[in-house]
Nanobody, 122 residues
Framework: EVQLQASGGGLVQAGRSLRLSCAAS????????IAWFRQAPGKEREGVASIRSSDGSTKFGDSVKDRVTISRDNAKNTVSLQMNSLKPEDTAVYYC???????????????WGQGTQVTVSS
């Protein structure tokens, strides 16, 4: 059974940083691109960042690209998302997903974690 466990969310003040982690099991981790998405109430799911295993290439959503970094540890089957200079509009449930695409659109990602809530207060 494929499992993606997102963690690290919480309540943080605007301007601070947060690091999310995604732990994967039950799939050949090295074969998959891992991405982070977020969804705020009433809004569509939005791509935040992705990282491909084969060459470590990354993609970022326009709204976060100057404030986040993504990294992966294939030995530990984990991906981390470092978010800096957080804004209230970053408030959302953050999901990690695995797929064999290189995009940061939800289609093409086969497996999804349960999400972790990030709330940024002003």
């Amino acid at each position: 059974e494929v499992q993606l466990q997102a963690s690290g969310g919480g309540l943080v003040q605007a301007g601070r940083s947060l690091r999310l982690s995604c732990a994967a099991s039950g799939l050949p981790f090295d074969d998959y691109t891992i991405a982070w998405f977020r969804q705020a109430p009433g809004k569509e799911r939005e791509g935040v960042a992705s990282i491909r295993s084969s060459d470590g290439s990354t993609k970022f959503g326009d709204s976060v690209k100057d404030r986040v970094t993504i990294s992966r540890d294939n030995a530990k089957n984990t991906v981390s998302l470092q978010m800096n200079s957080l804004k209230p509009e970053d408030t959302a449930v953050y999901y990690c997903a695995a797929g064999k695409t290189i995009t940061i659109t939800p289609t093409g990602y086969n497996y999804w974690g349960q999400g972790t809530q990030v709330t940024v207060s002003s």
